[in-house]
T-cell receptor
């Protein structure tokens, strides 16, 4: 079954404590992205990756890091989380270099920073 | 940069009625994709329908259809014979043909279907 798996699904953490949200896909997709969802703002892209070792900033990259050392994994790293990073996070993946292919989303990770 | 606007934060209709959700977008691209995604209370992102800008024919998927007006940069979603299971947040989204496969989302419309 085609899947994008995110962990953890729910997390409450404290300001400044580094955390990593993992994302893994089993479809051998080249493209992977991270989005955050906030009320009234929809989803906004944080970072994306077009292949292994190829990553670039999306619209809201401040406070986040990513890496793509393996094709299947694309972790999102919050080095020093702050309360304004409290949000619902989605990982997404797709194949190919054009928009016609299906984009698969993970189930989302709720992150609360206190 | 592309922008997507959904001007209806919330809508509510009775079961079996038809409802139309509005979406406008701004882009200088001539070819692109437009999407409607459904997000039920589980927060899962579910693709409802997709429209290629180079196709004049409006996309349809069972009870879901779009009214794509390229010159007006409008992309509305019509849900016919609405069902309780259609209750969800709906997002309109834009994607360029080439590049990073980046979806640009609207703010969302919360749709409630009442029994």
């Amino acid at each position: 079954e085609a899947q994008v798996t995110q962990n953890p699904r729910y997390l409450i953490t404290v300001t400044g404590k580094k955390l990593t949200v993992t994302c893994s896909q089993n479809m051998n997709h080249e493209y992977m992205s991270w989005y955050r969802q906030d009320p009234g703002l929809g989803l906004r892209q944080i970072y994306y990756s077009m292949n292994v070792e190829v990553t670039d900033k999306g619209d809201v990259p401040e406070g986040y890091k990513v890496s793509r050392k393996e094709k299947r994994n694309f972790p999102l790293i919050l080095e020093s989380p702050s309360p304004n990073q409290t949000s619902l996070y989605f990982c997404a993946s797709s194949s190919g270099g054009w928009g016609g292919n299906t984009i698969y989303f993970g189930e989302g990770s709720w992150l609360t920073v206190v | 940069a592309q922008t997507v606007t959904q001007s209806q934060p919330e809508m509510s209709v009775q079961e079996a009625e038809t409802v139309t959700l509005s979406c406008t977008y701004d882009t200088s691209e001539s070819n692109y994709y437009l999407f409607w995604y459904k997000q039920p209370p589980s927060r899962q992102m579910i693709l409802v329908i997709r429209q290629e800008a180079y196709k004049q024919q409006n996309a349809t998927e069972n009870r879901f259809s779009v009214n794509f007006q390229k010159a007006a940069k409008s992309f509305s979603l019509k849900i016919s014979d609405s069902q309780l299971g259609d209750t969800a947040m709906y997002f309109c989204a834009f994607m360029r043909i080439q590049g990073a496969q980046k979806l640009v989302f609207g703010q969302g419309t919360r749709l409630t279907i009442n029994p």
